[in-house]
């Protein structure tokens, strides 16, 4: 279903000029490293907000890392 929603953002951005912001939830713990690698490096120019309850999997990204803990948003 990943591969589909990327896919169907890839075609989205070419047919309208810009790409669609994505809504990516959770989708990082059902991923072994490498395929979190892949997806991280695939979306580095796109605007993409993934949550997870894990954030390692960020430090191979360059991206704004935003946390919310305990009602209150700081940014890391």
Excluded: W
Excluded at 24 to 31: A, H, I, M, W
Excluded at 70 to 76: I, Y
Aim: include cysteine; glycine fraction near 6%.
């Amino acid at each position: 279903m990943l591969a589909l929603k990327l896919a169907e953002a890839t075609v989205a951005g070419e047919v309208l000029g810009e790409h669609p912001v994505m809504l990516l939830d959770d989708v990082l713990s059902e991923l072994d490293d490498a395929r979190q690698t892949y997806l991280l490096t695939r979306i580095e120019d796109k605007q993409t907000f993934v949550t997870t309850c894990d954030s390692a999997a960020f430090a191979r990204t360059n991206g704004k890392l935003v946390f919310v803990e305990g009602g209150r948003v700081r940014e890391a």
